[in-house]
């Protein structure tokens, strides 16, 4: 099942601005509207623009279900490992231990209006890259599971 | 060190599981040996904090656990003048700790005994990821004290739960069987999501203690109160919604199947908990009572009837796994019934919950014993037909004595759990109404009759040359069928150090509605 050129043309062409997109709005989650899932759900988006534009024998060659995997379990190791970190730092399961600690993401929030300083927020952000890799994996693979029962033309 | 950890159980018995699942799919690609021993090494470390907390709730008392706060048991907010509830908070009281046991128990003998079952299948690795899904769910639904918590966590339990059913597709009968828990449960989650939200847009809070400390049971609340109950009551398969047992229960693998009669009583201990800590006092106790009580005798009674002409031995299984909950349902419901009632409560009421907390963890150890070790004549055979099976005494004779076991016990024969557990329920309901005494006692004896059909069909006859290649099941499926026929015998044994220990805190925390909420708010 392959589509005409023109579409194949414009899913590359999209994939990346998809892909930056999805990323904005997963860096952004803890300032501005979506966060992780969302933004993953906008990534994977992207890949599924490629992989409906293409065979499914096409696109394995550049999205291997191994990679996508492990892109999953990554995404939910990077999120429990944050949340059990904060017991190593005398809070509970999740207790926000980088907060106003400076550094990456510990900056301290000036008060009044401010542009969004994306280096604030301590856990929250890790956690959204965190769920933001999760979604991109999971749904990535569910849809090129759902296309690998498709049946192939005989060219 | 070590307060440190006990400080800390509530959120590693959730977050360990989680992190063993996981990582399952990464441990896998080092082959089957390596993940074996981490499935192992999961539920083990899941069993000791399982164990651990349940022991320290019920030395100590209720335990909180507030997540993402300064620390662990910062129940209110900081500013004292608006002190209220606003994090996800576990609390766990002795009830909680019974359930916590009762899911230990099982996924201890299921781990262990899936091992080995299920070494010559293939796509394990999200098998057990998958498993350990569904076991985070389940100690997640009983350690929770919030309300929205309690619905993803029922979330977890149910896609999880489908997604195991349908996992071996057996010429499409357990894709069906897996679409219609999934479809079911989406509904009853559904309906409890919207209760939640009436109860939220009008309370302001999630918290179950918060929400029970400031319910006024206004009409909304009735709505919101039946949107709760009904799903729930379908989730542990009382009889007007049980159609999805005998199919879900049948198809899944046997220790699949094992774990889900445990999410199933995960929902009764929801529904118990919304009408007696939730509702509590608000409630007309008659009308509560005898709601649960005429559906546990419904379930009880034609959950037996249906299973007496099954043929399949794991769907006979699954209709006394229907008619076992009523008996539950009819004894909690005898308690609740004479809730108002002082004198009859301290007389009968009491015991009469106590009889039904105990029989749930007494109920999940046979049954899940009797599943698993249908699960073993199914992994020798091939085939799970009574008519075509028989003989197996010969050469299986170890799964022969755990059946023998668990459905003698089940049938509620002395010296074993069920024994205990149903004197407990006939002696109390008896004195609220003979006649469903009297109902019970049929029950369980046409239990009795039904499962001796099944032992006779097979184990006992001579030898059949279809079987001659039939032999014993690997050891570590022997080992975690001895996990809970152990527990059978002992309970059954020594039932009074169970029933003091253990289901009399349960009883209490489960009367005490205003201790539930005094453990998270202080007693404001």
Known sequence: MKMTKIVRTTADAFYPFCLVFGLYVVTHGHLTPGGGFQGGAVMATGTALLIVSRSYREITGRLRQTMLKLCEAFGLMLFLLAGLQSLANARPFLGNWLTQTGGFVGSVVSYGPNPGSLDTGGLVPLLNVGVGLEVFGGLTLIILCMLSGIKEDRP | ?524
């Open chain 2, 1 to 524: 060190m070590q307060t440190f950890l006990i400080s800390h159980l509530p959120a590693l018995l959730v977050a360990l599981p989680l992190l063993c699942g996981f990582l399952m799919p990464v441990i896998g690609r080092a082959g089957p040996r390596v993940r074996n021993g981490w499935v192992l090494l999961g539920g083990a470390l899941t069993a000791i904090t399982g164990l651990l907390l349940a022991i320290q709730v019920l030395r100590f008392g209720p335990v909180t656990y507030v997540f993402g706060a300064a620390h662990t048991t910062q129940t209110l907010a900081e500013n004292p003048a608006a002190a209220f509830p606003i994090r996800i908070m576990f609390e766990i009281d002795a009830l909680g700790a019974l359930m916590i046991i009762n899911t230990t128990l099982a996924t201890l003998a299921v781990i262990i005994y899936s091992v080995a079952a299920e070494a010559k299948q293939s796509g394990l690795d999200m098998f057990y990821a998958l498993f350990y899904l569904l076991i985070a769910g389940v100690y997640g639904m009983v350690a929770t004290g919030d309300l929205f918590n309690f619905f993803v966590f029922l979330e977890i339990t149910s896609l999880a739960g489908a997604a195991l059913v349908a996992y071996r597709i057996d010429r499409g009968v357990a894709v069906e069987a897996g679409l219609k828990y999934a479809l079911l449960s989406t509904l009853a989650a559904l309906a409890v999501l919207t209760a939640i939200g009436i109860l939220f847009g009008q309370y302001n809070a999630l918290n179950i203690a918060a929400l029970a400390s400031r319910l006024q049971f206004t009409p909304l609340d009735k709505v919101a109160l039946c949107l709760l109950i009904v799903p729930l009551a379908m989730k542990c398969g009382a009889v007007p919604m049980h159609f999805w047992t005998p199919d879900v229960y049948t198809t899944a693998p046997s220790s699949v199947t094992a774990f889900l009669v445990i999410s199933s009583q995960a929902s009764l201990y929801g529904l118990f908990r919304v009408l007696f800590s939730l509702y509590g006092a608000m409630l007309s106790w008659a009308t509560f009572g005898w709601f649960l009580i005429i559906l546990g005798v419904l379930s009880a009674f034609i959950g037996v009837t249906m299973a007496i002409p099954q043929k399949d031995v794991k769907r006979l299984m699954a209709y006394h796994a229907v008619s076992q909950t009523g008996y539950m349902l009819l004894a909690v419901g005898v308690g609740l019934a004479v809730l108002g009632n002082a004198s009859a409560l301290a007389k009968f009421g009491r015991a009469a919950i106590a009889g039904g907390l105990f029989h749930i963890i007494n109920y999940a150890s046979c049954k899940g014993l009797l599943f698993l070790t249908a699960g073993a004549i199914f992994l020798r055979t091939g085939t799970r037909n009574l008519n075509r099976l028989g003989a197996l005494g010969h050469a299986m004779p170890v799964t022969m004595v755990l059946f023998m076991i668990a459905a003698l016990a089940i049938a509620g024969i002395p010296p074993f759990n069920g024994f205990a557990s149903k004197l407990m329920i006939y002696q109390s309901v008896f004195h609220f109404s003979p006649l469903l005494a009297i109902v019970a006692m049929i029950v369980s004896i046409l239990t009795l009759a039904s499962f001796v059909k099944v032992f006779q069909a097979l184990f006992m006859g001579p030898r059949r040359p279809e079987f001659a290649n039939v032999r014993e099941v690997p050891r570590p499926m022997l080992i975690g069928m001895s996990v809970l026929a152990a527990y059978i015998v002992i309970a059954g044994i020594f039932p009074q150090f169970f029933v003091t220990r253990m289901i009399a805190p349960a009883v209490n925390a489960l009367l005490d509605r205003a201790g539930y909420i005094a453990t998270i708010l202080g007693g404001i």
